[in-house]
């Protein structure tokens, strides 16, 4: 059965919180439970399985010296992409919230598939799936140098759902960096916060609670201790433009270069990382990137000219509506940017942005887990003698044991059956992607 999140929604109201009706589970409010927020996790894991083979893809051009990772091939950094993980604690009602009903009404069909109508067993285990790819990484902790997730951390925007990633994804023993998402800061990934919280009474993400969630330092609304182990909002600044507003974008470096050889020259470029916010603080699914954003990432591209670059942001470039061309414009007129790690349609693809002279970007768009095939990405970067790199990247499951493992796979049991599939093509899942180092570097 399919429902738009319409009709959905309106069912929900006439029906109330928890079922209502043969074959359909998807609306209730159950799932609140406070002992999913602390408990550990129920079993063992091992490392993500490496695949057979890799689909070798020279799109970018006919890079001369360009091959698959061999022997003599130099690995710089290796690292993991999550994605979408859509934590969903609270169900979502308007039950005595008519006024609520009516203001979604308004927004017709401008506002996008909320994705409430997914069968309750993969919200139910969503914690799990989590767990599981965490314990999974966790196994190979000392052959990742770090974790990057790619946005959408929550489903419906609370708060408590936020402080339910944070609390797990501080089970990581990696270092991790966040991304904001348009779930993140809009309810039901659509509308701001604002808006909602006058009909509702709940507590919602905006923007700045978001970001300001992940510090260490807050309280919730228990007394508890909460925040984030993660890096990167640590550096994220103040706006430009309003200096109380804390920005969603920043940078940091993975990898420093290293210099020396016969002449003192470049041993080895470093990898520096720019980390963008696409989400649309007027609401809607769709991305957008300031002016003061664009601006910033201008600025930051012209320094480090001893580095690689590759960008993460929530939405893949074809989602941008504002100032979408002129970020390409940017991103393809910057040689050091190999690669744009991002989200969003929850599906694995790759996609090549050329430049003249081989040159240009690899986009990686790695899948959901809320949604089948709930597959994270590992991503190791090579530099071959001959002044050419590769991106080799794979997919993975989770490889949990126990009832951890139990229940992660009956979430991806039911995902399978479920009406979409991100799996993308082979060529989107495992592929070394070549690059050239020697003429990116200034
Ligand atoms: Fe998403």
Redesign the pocket.
Known sequence: MRWSRRGFLRLCAVAGIGGVGAGFTGCAGKFLDDSLLHAPAQGEARPPKRPDRFILRRDLGDIKGAYAPGPESTRMLSLAQLS?V?ITLEGFSLTGHPKLEKMLDGFGDSIGFGGLDRPEIIERFDVDVLRALIKTLNAADTDIDLVVNTG?SVDIGTIRELISFLTEMNQLNIPWFQTV?N?DRLVL?NIPSRLVEAYSGMDFLDKNAFIEKHFPTGKDIAGTTYGSRAKGFDFSPRSEVNPSVRVGFYTFTALPPVHGGLRGGRARPGIRFYVLDTSRSEGSASGQISDEQLEWLARQLKSHSDYLGIVVSHHPIARIKENQSRLLDLLLASPKVIALLC??D?EHRITPYQAPGGLGFWQIQTS?LIDFPQQGRMLEIYMNPEGTGVVRTFVFNQQAAGHLGENARASYAEASKDRFDGSGKEQDRNADLIFSIAGRLR
Do not use: L, Q
Request: proline share 0%; hydrophobic share 0%.
């Open positions: 979408d859509h959408d998402g779930h990934g989200g969003h929850h959901s």
